[in-house]
């Protein structure tokens, strides 16, 4: 039995040092050639940064209107989703029968396990169907991405809350129905604010998921050149689509280095979404506790 234990805290410690090793070796990677573009000049080109964020001029050489296209599109898509996978991960975890969690529970493995180029062609799918019948101007378009982006983020979202709520001791439920607090009332008032910290981490991993993926934005309304979100019934750039773009069009090392430059923001932000969240989550932790921040 010991050797067995030692075979597996070696085989445990070997593959974190390859995740370790490989996470490393991909930001120093990208440090190495993106961090000399994040300048200015890579977010706006030529046209002034306050004629830019406030679109007094069209920015033709900068990502500026890719980081503004992904910040909505990323607030559009969370707005999607966020009511329908919390409120579907409580419903597992406080009221669904046993039958109900095993069915919901497949349905959501099923979605979580459709890859994200399937869901665009859904979108695709979707909007010409659309077209072909009470809505014959529509056409791919930031709103519809952002709906094909919500359904593929549903899962990770549903599962974060219902882990966060079953991780609950029993005991908590108890003590409310001692107090004489109903079920739902227990959900609401107990349940939910102490899982808070978990359900915000899978709110913040979603965000994370919908802000990488490329298959889906691609083939429901993300171009190249569309200027700053005219609506959300118009085409968009966004940060993915631009680095694929990039990566696929070059015709200059000096375009190439932007690109990377481009990668480097993009995993900067998910840096930044991270922190945010542990942030809040250490935030929503110390009030539970009643401790003073």
């Known amino acids: 039995m010991k050797a067995r234990e030692i075979f597996l805290s070696i085989i445990s410690w070997l593959s974190l040092a390859i995740i370790l090793l490989g996470v490393s070796s991909l930001v120093v990677f990208l440090f190495m050639r993106g961090a000399g ?8 080109g030529n046209t002034p940064a306050f004629d830019a964020i406030f679109a007094l001029k ?7 209107p890719a980081v503004a296209g992904s910040l909505l599109l990323l607030l559009v898509t969370m707005i999607i989703a966020i009511i329908p996978g ?16 095993n069915y919901i529970s497949t349905c959501v493995d099923v ?10 062609l859904f979108g695709l799918e979707l909007i010409i169907v659309l077209r072909k019948t009470f809505l014959p101007q529509g056409n791919t378009c930031l709103l519809l991405a952002a709906f094909c982006l919500a359904i593929l983020v549903l899962p990770t979202l549903i599962v974060s809350v219902r882990s966060s709520i079953e991780a609950l001791p029993s005991r908590l439920t108890l003590t409310a129905n001692a107090l004489g607090m109903s079920h739902s009332q227990c959900v609401k008032n107990v349940l939910i604010p102490i899982a808070m910290p978990g359900i915000l981490g899978g709110v913040i991993l979603s965000m994370g998921r919908a802000m990488e993926d490329t298959a889906v934005i691609m083939l429901t309304g993300a171009v190249a050149n569309a200027g700053l979100p005219a ?12 680095i694929y773009y990039t990566a696929a069009q070059y015709t200059s090392q000096e375009e190439l280095a932007r690109g990377f430059g481009t990668a480097l923001l993009l995993l900067l932000c998910s840096w930044a979404l991270i922190l945010l969240a542990r942030i809040f989550q250490a935030h929503l932790t110390r009030k539970w506790e009643g401790v003073k921040s």
Request: hydrophobic share 55%.
């Open 58 to 64: 069209p920015v033709w050489s900068g990502i500026w």
């Open 37 to 44: 573009s994040l300048n200015a000049n890579l977010f706006f």
């Open 231 to 242: 609506g959300l019934g118009a085409k968009f750039e966004a940060l993915p689509f631009r």
């Open 111 to 120: 979605l979580a396990g459709i890859p994200s180029i399937v869901m665009g």
């Open 86 to 101: 919390i409120s579907c991960g409580v419903y597992l975890a406080c009221f669904a029968s046993v039958r109900e969690k």
